[in-house]
């Protein structure tokens, strides 16, 4: 049987309540395969939660999310095989080596070619002669970039990163964003990235989607968010934009 082309990322209505407290209220978004996506909000907007619910790693209140033509909620494994989740904090075992970390990644996802993926993705990430070094012996953008290698080690279609540039070096942060944007484009993933950098979401995002209090306060790409203010297109920066869209709901 014939696998169907990857289409992309999407929810709908996503919802997610703890109690009487709305995290996320009814977002709806999708990535094309070969796109990137810009989650941009203030501490506490609901970014990570959504982040979370749309890889699987907590169930939704309610809404839809589908990995390409999978529906989480109806068969998460087969969604997760293809998809990743780097959270803004690694957490990585005391008692593993470098590469150990990633042939423990293998075996979860079954690969068979794990002696050929494991070494490029060491030298992209410049961690070659930490191989067999221990996580304490780390610092945190070398941990960053471990748990960045054990996400892109199984090829992901869907990839989801909160804050990936956390505690990286200049070299590190240009790695990085190459290998995001390398993911995307040549691989043609559907990647959403989390982060209060916003020069790094205007540099490398296709669109951007903006959060407040869990909802959205705007989406589209850079030009169309210059639309929604009435502004000329490129005359502010993101940074601008963002700061008038939340001054604008914070009045309504």
Known sequence: ????????????????????????????????????????????AGKTTALRCMAGIIPPSSGEVKVGEINMDVDAIQAKKISCFVPDTPHLFDYLTVEEHLR??????????????????????ELTDKANDLPSTLSR??????????????????IFLDEPLTGLDPIGIRNMKNAIVSRAKQQKAAVIVSSHQLDLIEEICDDIFILNKGKCVAKGTLAELHSQLGVASGELSLEALFFKLIEHQGNE
Not at 6 to 19: D, H, I
Request: aromatic share 10%; net charge negative; glycine share 10%.
């Open 141 to 158: 953008g070398m941990k960053q970039k471990v748990a960045i290698c054990m996400g892109f080690l199984h090829d992901p279609l869907a």
């Open 1 to 44: 049987m014939t696998q169907a082309p990857f289409t992309g990322f999407s929810c709908q209505n996503l919802s997610k309540a703890y109690g009487d407290f709305v995290a996320l209220d009814d977002l709806n978004l999708s990535v094309d395969s070969g796109s990137i996506l810009g989650f941009v909000g203030v501490n506490g």
């Open 104 to 125: 423990f990644a293998g075996r979860i996802y079954q690969l068979n070619d794990i002696e050929q993926r494991i070494p490029p993705l060491l030298k992209q990430f």
